[in-house]
């Protein structure tokens, strides 16, 4: 009787040592779940999630604080893509949040730009460069198309630009085939 | 010569119609300068070349008038002399039907060329020659048109063993290689022979489909011609036999020397490195005499009266080629490349480029729509004639699901889109048509994570910044408030009590401090009317302010109730 109590009692001291050990020693810093949904936002930092970022927004994602379908930019393949991860069920984008629109990069018009700097302030992933009183210009391969620098600018030169089906970008379609009906009714 | 070598098989294949006869019964002709010269930019795997050129200028017959950009690209060459009419965009020789960058030239029919003479490449650096190739604009011309420099950079690959020159040529209707061998063997020979001495390679193994006897014939001639001039001895011929695809380089490369690229690997890791024979001829001119790739041999048949083989310049519309053998009333549709690999023209005023090996005709006739598709039986012919020993119907699935991940899984990208598994398909599904759409998927989500992984990056930083310029401007000013304390302190050193702590002492001090620059303001600034004032007017003053006490004193208990 005691011998077995001592196993016991041993037993549980030694796998309790070992798990203390453990909660030390592979402990993990931040939450592993935001670094995954973050994955899966577009990283436009838009805002339009009423959160100041993406990573903000899978924070709150993380905490059960927000929708999954808070992100235009992501679309409808973003929620279905958190869905799965989360295990929640699909549903279509928040109209308040806004609509999903084709990827666009934002151009300043040079002939209008007073060199303000106000878009540059705004720019969340600082691509548009410039200086007070010189012209500003957007790296275009950076721009993630916010339009956060849209609302600051006082004389309105930026426009957002849809990049164009080019060469380059260009993709093969799913294969679909018409189906004769003739042949249908032979077969 | 026709060495007894051991061969070895590749997994699959199929064997076409070859339809090869009709081309080759006419020797190459020159096709006519057209009236004008379309030529795209981008005619190579890689960056967009940048144009050098402007509308309006005129340009000699090999000027470059593209630069290469970036470090996979290839330049591009004015293929006559002329007056450059336009850069513009216009229609590509692309299944898209999209537009890009193209110099549009109107030849002055003099046909002059830049100066240019031959290439020292034994007397000059690595990085020489990777520059002029560069320049010269020498790309694959076996079709898949990767820029060359790149494959003949003797820096990396010190100890290549084999250099192997495709002539196999085993996709139908296709004989430009095959006129080729047969015309110019002995310019090919000593264009090998330049890249094997690039390379640093031991031998040239050259691999011809056994369905071209004239061209084995030719090649056999040139190399016993060297063998006897020079006693180069390192050249080999081989017929391989006529198995669609033997042709692709992987395929050769395993049935000439046994050797089986693994996934992910490339042929150099083995020490053996392939090129088309047509690159050869090209590498010669680029280097022996000194001319870039401004022309090509390109087929031209299929439903045409007189298929033939023809010495193009690049940016000649396919229109103009057909027009000279004689397109059949019923031709719909004008295919790049061959009937199993080739590319739908979205019409026929495309030009030639680079990859263009052949213009194919093609009419309702000759390439009936394929029969509707119908459910896969996973019956597994196509894994038997897969030769890249894939599994087809795995990858169907998974890229009819757009499950991509498992596709990738499944090493979609090692498919060759050779469409033999489609050509052995019982239910004519077009597989290949499937696993284009799934690696152009794949492709442009890893564009857009590699795009949206620098968006986040870039974000933190900012946040990083801005934080940490909120904490510099915070100890700036702590800085300055205790600079101030400090003066205020040893000021105050003298009259400190004892009793009080350092806090109190601190702030006792400021507020000392502060109340005697207000006071020290206050006698500065003097009102002028109460200077130098008569007697009478004191005495007025003395009576206003008496006055106004007694207001102060009476409103006192109104101000009370207010409160």
Request: charged content about 25%; overall charge neutral; hydrophobic content about 40%.
């Amino acid at each position: 009787m005691l011998a077995a109590l001592l196993v016991m009692a041993m037993g549980a001291v030694v796998l309790g040592a070992a798990l203390g050990y453990a909660a030390v020693r592979f402990r993990v810093e931040g939450d592993p779940l935001v670094e995954k949904i973050d994955a899966i936002l577009p990283q436009t930092q838009c805002g339009q999630c009423s959160y100041p970022g993406c990573r903000p927004y899978a924070t709150a994602i993380a905490k059960g604080e927000a929708e999954i379908n808070q992100c235009p930019p992501g679309g409808d393949e973003g929620i279905r893509k958190l869905a799965d991860l989360l295990g929640r069920e699909f549903k279509s984008l928040s109209a308040e949040h806004g609509i999903e629109k084709p990827k666009s990069v934002a151009v300043i018009d040079e002939q209008i730009c007073i060199g303000c700097t106000l878009c540059i302030q705004a720019c969340p992933v600082d691509a548009i460069v410039g200086a007070s009183k010189q012209l500003h210009t957007v790296i275009a391969r950076q721009c993630t198309g916010c339009e956060l620098c849209l609302p600051p600018c006082p004389v309105d030169c930026i426009s957002m630009q849809a990049i164009g089906e080019s060469v380059e970008n260009w993709k093969w379609k799913y294969p679909v085939f018409k189906i004769n009906p003739a042949q249908r009714e032979a077969a | 010569m026709t060495a007894l070598q051991r061969l070895f098989k590749f997994n699959g294949g199929v064997k076409p119609a070859y339809n090869k006869e009709a081309s080759t019964r006419l020797p190459i002709a020159v096709a006519p300068t057209p009236t004008l010269l379309v030529i795209p930019l981008h005619q190579s795997i890689g960056g967009m070349p940048r144009p050098l050129v402007k509308p309006g200028e005129r340009v000699l017959k090999g000027q470059r008038i593209g630069g290469a950009d970036g470090n996979v690209s290839s330049a591009v060459h004015a293929s006559t002399s002329g007056t450059v009419i336009a850069v513009e965009m216009r229609l590509m020789p692309h299944t898209s039907g999209l537009s890009a960058m193209c110099v549009v030239i109107e030849p002055d029919g003099r046909d002059e060329w830049i100066p240019h003479g031959p290439f020292d490449f034994r007397g000059a650096t690595p990085m020489q020659i990777h520059d002029y190739l560069r320049d010269s604009g020498v790309v694959g011309l076996g079709g898949a048109v990767f820029p060359s420099y790149l494959k003949l950079n003797p820096g990396k690959q010190r100890n290549l063993d084999t250099l192997v020159l495709n002539g196999a040529e085993c996709e139908p209707f296709i004989t430009c290689d095959d006129v080729l061998m047969r015309e110019r063997a002995a310019t090919i020979l000593q264009g090998a022979l330049i890249m094997r001495d690039m390379l640093g390679a031991g031998e040239v193994l050259i691999g011809i489909e056994d369905n071209k006897p004239e061209a084995i014939a030719a090649m056999e001639a040139a190399a016993h011609a060297v063998k006897t001039a020079a006693g180069e001895s390192s050249i080999k011929l081989v017929s391989v036999p006529t198995l669609y695809p033997a042709g692709g380089a992987k395929q050769l490369i395993r049935v000439l020397t046994g050797i089986e690229v693994p996934h992910g690997k490339r042929s150099t890791d083995y020490g053996v490195q392939c090129f088309n024979v047509g690159t050869a001829y090209a590498i010669f001119e680029a280097i022996a005499l000194g001319q870039p790739l401004i022309s090509r041999i390109v087929t031209v048949a299929g439903n045409v009266g007189q298929p033939r083989n023809f010495e193009v310049l690049l940016g000649t519309p396919m229109r103009d080629l057909i027009a000279l053998c004689g397109p059949l009333p019923d031709s719909d549709r004008v295919i790049m490349g061959g009937p199993m690999m080739g590319l739908r023209m979205p019409d026929d005023s495309v030009p030639v480029v680079k990859a263009a090996n052949c213009v194919l005709v093609g009419s309702r006739g000759l390439f009936p729509p394929p029969p509707p598709e119908m459910p896969c039986i996973r019956c597994g012919e196509c894994a038997k004639a897969c030769p890249a020993d894939l599994q087809p119907f795995e990858l169907y699935w998974f890229a009819r699901a757009k499950i991509f991940g498992k596709a990738q899984e499944y090493d979609l990208f090692d498919c060759i889109e050779c469409g033999c598994c489609a050509y052995v398909c019982p239910s004519h599904i077009p597989l290949v048509d499937y696993y284009r759409f799934a690696k152009s998927e794949i492709w442009a989500r890893e564009l857009a994570k590699v795009s949206s992984d620098e968006a986040r990056e870039r974000y933190e930083f900012r946040m990083l910044r801005e934080e940490r310029e909120k904490q510099d401007h915070a100890a700036k000013l702590a800085a300055k408030a205790a600079a101030r304390r400090e003066k205020a302190a040893a000021a105050k050193t003298d009259a400190a009590k004892e009793t009080a702590t350092p806090e109190q002492d601190e702030k006792k001090a400021l507020v000392a401090a502060a109340l005697e620059r207000v006071r020290a303001q206050k006698e500065q600034i003097q009102p002028e009317n109460t200077i130098n004032l008569t007697p009478e007017q004191v005495a007025e003053v003395a009576a206003i302010e008496t006055r106004r006490a007694e207001i102060r004193e009476m409103a006192k208990p109104h101000v009370w109730q207010d409160d």
